[in-house]
């Protein structure tokens, strides 16, 4: 049973910064993907940043050139270090993976870690 675990949430001031990060445990190959979404309070989830295998990494434009996500591959973690927030980067945030499977793509979810930028 594949279970991801987030953490690094938390309350932050304008202008500040939080790491957050995901660990993936048992899974017995790596993830093909994993990433970060987040989800406003009546809105869906959006992707944050994702990062594949073969090294592609996609942002969303909202958080382009303020977060940076990177991946230990051999330990199945995920971070997502988040600079310079922004009151409305304010969201409940899922950390994703996905994984090759004999049955096609199997998609994981972490619980959630919730980051608050205010003053």
């Known amino acids: 049973q594949v279970q991801l675990v987030e953490s690094g949430g938390g309350l932050v001031r304008p202008g500040g910064s939080l790491r957050l990060s995901c660990a993936a445990s048992?899974?017995?190959?790596?993830?093909?993907?994993m990433g970060w979404y987040r989800q406003f309070p009546g809105k869906e989830r959006e992707l944050v940043a994702k990062?594949?295998?073969?090294?592609?990494?996609i942002y969303a434009d909202s958080v382009k050139g303020r977060f940076t996500i990177s991946r230990d591959s051999a330990e199945n973690t995920v971070y997502l270090q988040m600079h310079s927030l922004k009151p409305e980067d304010t969201a409940l945030y899922y950390c994703?993976?996905?994984?090759?499977?004999?049955?096609?793509?199997?998609?994981?979810w972490g619980p959630g870690t919730q980051v608050t930028v205010s003053s």
């Open positions: 048992g899974s017995s190959g790596r993830f093909t993907a």
């Open positions: 994703n993976a996905n994984g090759a499977t004999p049955f096609g793509t199997a998609i994981y």
């Open positions: 990062t594949t295998t073969g090294g592609n990494t």
